[in-house]
């Protein structure tokens, strides 16, 4: 049976009574006026901000010394670690970059197109502080953009008041490749980025993930600057058959809904029992959580949380494809069957030997992925993001006679005689002796 047109007969054991799309007129608003005062006043309104939002009088662009001396407040074993989490996400990022290369190709005799791979001048990359400390992601946004030969990269990540920026952030961020650190958050970090306030240059690009209010600069300056994705909240959707681990799966649902309070995580079966007990296992495990984690994962299960039954694993498969969920995890036999037949999400896991805990930290993947089904249109942050793949052409004038007539006889059909005179005064020149055809019917 043709899968797009197979009739769903999924149940639902557990339906979210929210989504993670919320009114966000009011954030709009708020962000709308604060770029606009940033924009106008420059890098007085930016620090202005930044005194009332982080509520942080200290240095905001880290010298080096301050750098290095955030680093010494790092432990060897962290640093070991993130050294470690780094070199994984550069070697993954560094084959990336080799399926992307410089090409040319002779279209017809005597003209020859091509394609060359660009990295962007500049990048900034925006590191979370707030609720958890995002270390991670100063790894997977700086190495990736350093790989892809960005000249000049920013992190801004927020400082905690009275102390500043995270150390093993600021540590990440300067192993990773930052050429500036600068310690400020939010909306006021993006403007900064975009515009080129406090000393930095222009970014070109701007990277990482954030709360609410950061997706929103991001998306409203999206166009003056590129972005990596516009984001929502995290979300997650694991796959299992009846030889799952219902322990296993249970957890991981757990230490994915701990991202917030809105973050959808979602099991997909056809397995009743394994369902049944994976729904009696999650309040036991998320009350075992501290205690903001666990007020988060409470309220994401909630809340968000879905538990849906199918009756096969194709049905289980379109299911996933629909909700395009940002990380997919498949603890089913046959995986080789799954990674062939899925198409929709941001990264996947196969197997119970891997989970989404291990590409948000450690094994070389990124982890900066799309959200809100948007895996139906796109991947992930890669060294791609932050490359340009433009063209080129070049001819001889021989080469040039054929695609000059073609060329000239289009745009007269299409109404655009200054165009086609583009191409008639190339072919005068080059074969004053000839007679060509040239008009829309010819």
Request: some cysteine.
């Amino acid at each position: 049976m043709d899968r797009t047109s197979r009739a769903m007969t999924r149940t639902y054991l557990k339906k979210a009574t929210l989504t993670a799309v919320s009114d966000a007129t009011e954030v709009r608003e708020t962000v709308s006026r604060i770029l606009q005062e940033i924009d106008t006043h420059g890098d007085a309104a930016a620090l202005e901000y930044a005194a009332k939002f982080d509520k942080y009088d200290g240095n905001i662009l880290l010298t080096e010394e301050e750098i290095a001396a955030a680093a010494a407040k790092v432990p060897q074993k962290l640093k070991d670690d993130i050294r470690f989490a780094q070199d994984n996400v550069r070697r993954f990022a560094e084959q990336q970059k080799q399926t992307v290369s410089h090409i040319e190709y002779e279209i017809v005799p005597g003209l020859i197109a091509g394609q060359k791979a660009i990295p962007v001048a500049a990048s900034g990359c925006y590191v979370p502080a707030g609720r958890y400390r995002h270390i991670a992601s100063a790894v997977m946004t700086v190495t990736t953009a350093k790989v892809a030969g960005c000249n000049h990269i920013t992190v801004c990540s927020p400082p905690q008041p009275g102390e500043g920026i995270n150390p093993a952030i600021a540590y990440a961020a300067k192993v990773s490749g930052a050429d500036k650190i600068m310690a400020i958050g939010g909306v006021q970090a993006v403007a900064s980025m975009a515009f080129g306030l406090l000393g930095q240059p222009k970014a070109n690009i701007i990277v990482g993930p954030g709360n609410q209010f950061v997706a929103e600069a991001k998306r409203s300056l999206y166009g003056r600057v590129g972005i990596d994705m516009i984001a929502g909240p995290t979300d997650s959707l694991v796959l299992a058959d009846k030889d799952a681990d219902a322990f296993i799966v249970a957890t991981d649902l757990v230490s994915q809904a701990e991202h917030g309070y809105n973050s959808p995580v979602w099991l997909v079966t056809d397995d009743g029992a394994l369902a049944e007990n994976v729904l009696r296992l999650v309040p036991d495990l998320i009350e075992a959580l501290p205690a903001l984690n666990r007020e988060n994962a409470a309220a994401a299960w909630r809340d968000y949380a879905e538990v849906i039954l199918c009756t096969d694993r194709e049905e289980m498969a379109a299911t996933s494809d629909e909700y395009a969920p940002e990380h997919l995890t498949v603890q089913a036999a046959e995986l080789d069957w799954w990674q062939d037949r899925l198409t929709c999400y941001g990264s996947l896991f196969l197997g119970e030997e891997t989970t989404v805990s291990y590409g948000d930290k450690a094994s070389g993947t990124n982890h900066v992925l799309p959200t809100s089904r948007a895996a139906t249109y796109t991947g992930g942050l890669s060294v791609h993001k932050y490359m340009k793949i433009v063209t080129w052409q070049r001819a001889t004038r021989e080469g040039s006679k054929s695609i000059a007539q073609a060329t000239a006889r289009i745009s007269r059909l299409e109404g655009m005689e200054g165009h086609a005179r583009a191409a008639d005064v190339r072919l005068a020149k080059y074969f004053p002796d000839e007679d060509f055809d040239l008009s829309a019917d010819g």
